[in-house]
């Protein structure tokens, strides 16, 4: 089984603070031989960056003078909303010579793999993606309300609504489940669901205390732990809605 695309055994904290990279590599396919001419036709619509690998639509960046920005590819055909600070754009597609190109004339956002220039009515702009801030909003804008996840081995649970998806053993397996429970233990700040499906019983205990990631010296909003198939996974967690 391939791994699973949106596997990813750490996310980025709630509030989603990205500090910028100091230092970025300039784009030298984007900029250092100018503006490459437009093609005669409209070719087919690139993938977002990426996407073939990893099959995420929805993609965080870290930009130099506007700071977070992100990037939705999964809600309209030939084009692309931005997510500035402060605004939101839908911006057509453009034929171009390389790279992913959207424009409306006022913004541009131009990407080649995981480099992108952002021009505003200020000026042009460098960004670079954050890769785990990109997995977190695309698993919002899926519908995703809580996201945990742990260490060796890797695994990653998705709770949506009345859905559950654990992936494991490092993003090679999925298990895709309906929540037939849901308790709070009382006199605690324990939740569990529970569920089974083709055979395997799952049980999601989402513990509201801090959870320390040593993996990533990080403090999360909660600690999770998945008991699955005989094994007991312990991870932390945070709720993305």
Excluded at 8 to 19: A, I, M
Aim: glycine residues 10%; charged residues 20%; aromatic residues 10%.
């Amino acid at each position: 089984m391939n791994k699973h695309p949106l596997f990813s055994s750490r996310t980025p904290s709630t509030g989603l603070l990205v500090s910028l990279m100091a230092g970025l590599l300039a784009i030298a396919s984007l900029s250092s031989c100018g503006q490459p001419e437009q093609a005669e036709e409209l070719p087919p619509a690139p993938p977002p960056p990426q996407e073939r690998s990893n099959k995420l639509q929805t993609f965080a960046w870290n930009c130099l003078t506007n700071g977070y920005v992100v990037t939705d590819y999964r809600q309209a055909d030939n084009a692309m909303w931005l997510f500035l600070p402060g605004s939101t754009t839908l911006l057509p597609r453009k034929a171009a010579a390389s790279g992913a190109k959207y424009s409306n004339g006022e913004f541009t956002f131009w990407s080649n793999a995981n480099e992108a220039i952002l021009t505003t009515p200020e000026g042009d702009d460098h960004c670079v993606e954050n890769r785990k801030a990109s997995i977190l909003e695309d698993a919002k804008l899926r519908g995703v309300d809580f996201r945990g996840f742990g260490n060796e081995p890797g695994w990653v649970l998705e709770i949506s609504a009345n859905q559950m998806v654990f992936i494991t053993n490092y993003g090679e397996d999925s298990y895709e489940f309906t929540v037939t429970g849901h308790e709070m233990e009382p006199g605690s700040r324990v939740v569990t669901y529970t569920s089974s499906a083709l055979g395997k019983d799952i049980a999601v205990k989402i513990i509201g205390d801090v959870c320390q990631d040593t993996m990533e010296d990080k403090a999360y909003e909660t600690g999770v732990e998945v008991e699955f198939d005989g094994n007991t996974y312990k991870g932390c967690g945070l709720g993305l809605h």
